[in-house]
């Protein structure tokens, strides 16, 4: 019963029983010309479309050979039947999706090198999830995430960023743009509609909480971090350990200003992990857990395009935030959060992210050499990422100099919302590039900047 | 440099440096009392703390030692330093995330069975996907899905149900959940904001619409499926091959007055890849591309915690369905997507929905031959459920009774927004079960219907 019939392929043919052989001929021809069925698929086996249709497996064989006579099939002894390339009379070629070229060089900022994805580990742990997790994990999961994850996290982000994180209040996202999203409609239900940002900062968060209904307004950062006494909004989003994109640590003075004001404070730890220096920031967070949400992410540290990232919530926000969740329709495949777990408590997570750091300060300390000395970098030894300053009129030609060395790099300016206040300059982010590229990448930073400047 | 410590754990301390050796033991004791250092966890080798805090190793090590006397760490010859056991004065007990006992059995609609999971396929594609994958597949990807997918799904969808699918005009989702609340968005500021749903139809969509911001009504289906003449809104959502609940097909003639009605359509072909007849019904989106919005998902053939599924798009919505996606923060991993791609177009997605199909098929013949004769299932030879008719009163009592029994099962009733309309009966799913528990799981469902009825 399940034998080789099981093994073959499913195949729709618009085809009333009845019609024979001569039918079910038509049937054939008409997929392959509406290609429905493309040039060099594999057709249904004979047993097996005789079985689906309920005809004689003759009349199919018959069908399959006239076919090929005809040139729509090709048939060869041993090998599957498969549609003709072009040998139907009105063969529709495949689309395809265009492929856009990109630049040889990539600086941009908020991205780590994909080659120093750990593919080995990654795999290992998947092979550990898959062969030994429940039945269940296969079944529709927790809205929340999956409560290994959660567990694993909290004792995670308690050790290596000073979390108080209890499993109950972690909520696992589709990426921080999911969070944000989520959190941006949870507090709009909960009458706070103004959430502020730091300003200059990331555009594309303050467009998602506008998304979701957020009037988005910006409060000033300085050398100290955001400017916490002109904060006047009932939610904040800061990234108090290495602010994006300037770089700076909030003071101590201001994060105690900060947790004290009463706003929500979301805490975008994106880069947490990457402190090159010995003063490591523990996360905000723990100064008052009632009042600020932790974020953190896998995408610095692993990949973006695995969408994964947890928020850590003040206990008010669990229910609405995972409700919020469920009525976005969208989270992470449970598997995938099962992998992360494991990497995590195998202790290969940390022993990657250890060995990146060393990437990635080397490549800073490389970059930074490298400037030519009458262009101050600002920015903390952290991250990913550093800004070098440019006139207004020079990043102005940014793109189009960038473009002409084939060199992707971000524009400082366009991250403020006042206008007033922007300043010019380069974003580099030195994760983005391969570690093979990063020498090329960095002269053709030195060279775009020696026009800019020269 | 990327030596023995570039191999250690991360940890944070409250630690300020000049406090010696004495401040650095209190900054462990803090996140040992603190439960950020967790009873049980490796702490970080003495050679890591050191190189990391910028002290001498053998300050380290005199502190260790000093915390293992004190009981707050152990340490033994040849393993790791661990976080001692309530060795502390205050240990916190780790929160754990309460486990909420389930229902022996299980016969829920909608769920396929888990352990029909192809473990080893998916982790010899998962595989072949991270081993050869190009570096950009761990970058940011495509908001529309990738490439890679949105080809292999446009051969597969036309090849198996008939789709006239256009790579270019695929979307991929995180399940089909994702899908309705990002068109349920994009239509309504196309100013179409009041969505049809089949009357009785599953609850959960009808939700996530509204909460999209459509206006939510129903349209009453009869044996013929859904009845069109009775359509008064510019968006439809249906499930032409297998109706949910009822599991009637959609006639002839209602199909091409569907896709004339000028709404747009939703096809929700949730389960089309389980029919067990010679009647396959092609997708309804061929006859009309311009009209219909195709939706699948692997949520039935392969599991729904993969928060996978596409749509295949009118030309006019693609652009609105990305930037929605994009909008809503959340896509799938890109990984996940790949190696969906791979199953497919390597033929183990065909092998194994083939041989699903036998075991549900046998399934359903099973359950339909224990049923007493008094009680006509209705529902055509397909997909993963069938609808058992009951009184609304005998309904009434199903989940308490069920729930003695400890079977999981749905009422159908609570499926209609119309209150007049509403039938009663159980919607048994005989997908949700393991192959092993089905026997036991019809064995409590026969007894749960003898005491409703008897």
């Known amino acids: 019963m399940t034998g080789s019939w099981a093994s073959s392929v499913d195949a729709h043919l618009d085809w009333v029983p009845g019609g024979g052989r001569r039918g079910l001929a038509e049937a054939v021809r008409k997929a392959i010309r509406d290609g429905r069925w493309r040039a060099g698929v594999v057709v249904p086996s004979t047993r097996a479309l005789a079985h689906d249709l309920g005809v004689a497996r003759g009349t199919v064989t018959r069908v399959y050979a006239d076919l090929a006579a005809e040139g729509y099939l090709v048939t060869s002894q041993g090998a599957p039947t498969r549609v003709a390339d072009g040998g139907g009379e009105l063969l529709v070629e495949p689309a395809r999706i265009p492929v856009v070229g990109a630049p040889r060089w990539t600086l941009e900022p908020g991205r780590p090198d994909p080659s120093l994805f750990p593919r080995e580990q990654w795999l290992a742990a998947t092979k550990r999830v898959v062969q030994r997790a429940p039945h269940e994990v296969f079944d529709y999961g927790d809205p929340a995430g999956s409560a290994v994850l959660r567990e694993t996290l909290a004792v995670y982000l308690g050790r290596s960023r000073g979390v108080r994180a209890d499993p109950r209040r972690i909520v696992v996202c589709a990426g921080f743009t999911h969070a944000i999203t989520v959190l941006g409609r949870v507090l709009v239900d909960l009458g706070l509609s103004s959430m502020a940002f730091e300003d200059p900062s990331y555009a594309r968060f303050r467009d998602l909480a506008a998304?979701?209904?957020?009037?988005?307004?910006?409060?000033?950062?300085?050398?100290?971090?955001?400017?916490?006494?002109?904060?006047?909004?009932?939610?904040?989003?800061?990234?108090?350990a290495h602010h994006f994109p300037l770089g700076v640590t909030l003071a101590p003075a201001r994060r105690t200003a900060l947790v004290r004001s009463g706003a929500v404070v979301v805490e975008d730890d994106y880069d947490g992990e990457f402190r090159f220096d010995r003063q490591r920031v523990g996360a905000l967070q723990a100064l008052a857990p009632e009042q600020v949400v932790y974020a953190g992410t896998a995408s610095k540290t692993l990949a973006p395009s695995l969408r994964l990232a947890w928020l850590v919530l003040p206990g008010r926000l669990v229910e609405p935030v995972v409700a919020a969740v469920e009525s976005s329709g969208a989270r992470p495949p449970t598997v995938d959060q099962l992998v992360l777990a494991e990497l995590i408590s195998s202790g290969a997570y940390d022993r990657h992210v250890r060995r990146s750091r060393v990437e990635y300060r080397s490549r800073r300390d490389r970059l930074v050499a490298a400037l030519p000395a009458g262009l101050p970098v600002s920015g903390i030894s952290a991250g990913l990422h550093l800004v070098v300053p440019l006139s207004l009129d020079a990043e102005a030609s940014l793109a189009s100099v960038a473009g002409r060395h084939s060199l992707r790099v971000e524009a400082l300016s366009p991250l403020w919302m006042d206008q007033e206040r922007r300043r010019g300059g380069v974003v580099v982010g030195y994760g983005a590039s391969s570690k093979a590229a990063f020498a090329g990448a960095l002269e053709a930073l030195l060279a775009v900047l020696r026009e800019l400047t020269g």
């Open 211 to 240: 998304g979701a209904g957020q009037r988005v307004v910006g409060v000033p950062v300085d050398g100290d971090g955001v400017r916490v006494s002109e904060l006047d909004s009932p939610a904040v989003v800061v990234t108090p």
